[in-house]
């Protein structure tokens, strides 16, 4: 089992671009995120999606969109990229919705906005 | 506000020598509170999760520590070895909504 899968591993776009950042795990899981993390902060939810069909804002939300493709994938998309959208972006899964379920986080996409 | 702190921000220790990171947080009511170990360019990967009833759980050479009551949390880490070497992140959860509070991590540096 691979577990939580992301592509790319490393984007380097200029201001105003748009991009699309994969992910899809093979767990079965029900619930997936997106997060980002910056320097001196801790992960920050951008959205997440508890079930196939569901998303829902987090706490960063602006300047991005997401789409829950099917039970495996969730991309999470720049329309319009910013350099503070410079950061690395990590998705995870959990079995379900709800802090008892543990988070399977994959190996993060390092974004570049110059 | 719900906030997790983590001290220290980094920290280098000598391969074998033992070591304690801390964690104190404000989130309430409490649900749970895990550990993570990040290896640099890769993703946190879960090292423990403790409710409220449970002040010690161990994973191999790592043994965290909850007191509720004080709302710490530590993370001692025996007999380090250089595959230590990573940031390790408190995340600490409500037990209402669906949310998760991380802390900023303690970088780990083992050296030889």
């Known amino acids: 089992n691979a577990g939580v899968t992301q592509t790319p591993k490393f984007q380097v776009l200029k201001t105003g671009q748009s991009m699309t950042l994969q992910c899809a795990q093979d767990?079965?899981?029900?619930?997936m995120y997106w997060y980002r993390q910056d320097p001196g902060m801790g992960l920050r939810l951008i959205y997440y999606?508890?079930?196939?069909?569901?998303?829902d804002k987090g706490e960063v939300p602006n300047g991005y969109n997401v789409s829950r493709l099917n039970k495996r994938e969730f991309s999470l998309r720049l329309e319009s990229a910013a350099p503070s959208q410079t950061s690395v972006y990590f998705c995870?899964?959990?079995?379900?919705?709800?802090?008892?379920?543990?988070?399977?986080f994959g190996p993060g996409t390092r974004l570049t906005v110059t | 506000k719900n906030q997790v702190e983590q001290s220290p921000q980094s920290l280098i220790i000598l391969e074998g020598k033992n070591c304690t990171l801390q964690?104190?947080?404000?989130?309430?009511?409490?649900?749970?509170l895990r550990w993570y170990k990040q290896d640099t360019g890769r993703g946190p990967v879960s090292l423990t999760i403790?409710?409220?009833?449970?002040n010690t759980k161990s994973n191999g050479r790592y043994t965290a520590t909850l007191d509720a009551d004080t709302k710490q949390s530590s993370l001692h880490i025996t007999a380090s070895q250089l595959s230590d070497s990573a940031s390790y992140i408190c995340?600490?959860?409500?037990?209402?909504?669906?949310?998760?509070?991380f802390g900023t991590g303690t970088s780990l540096t083992v050296i030889p």
């Open positions: 995340v600490v959860s409500p037990n209402t909504g669906n949310q998760f509070y």
């Open positions: 403790m409710t409220f009833s449970e």
């Open positions: 995870a899964s959990s079995l379900g919705q709800g802090v008892i379920y543990e988070q399977y």
């Open positions: 767990m079965n899981h029900n619930s």
């Open positions: 999606s508890a079930s196939e069909g569901t998303t």
């Open positions: 964690c104190n947080y404000t989130v309430s009511p409490f649900s749970n």
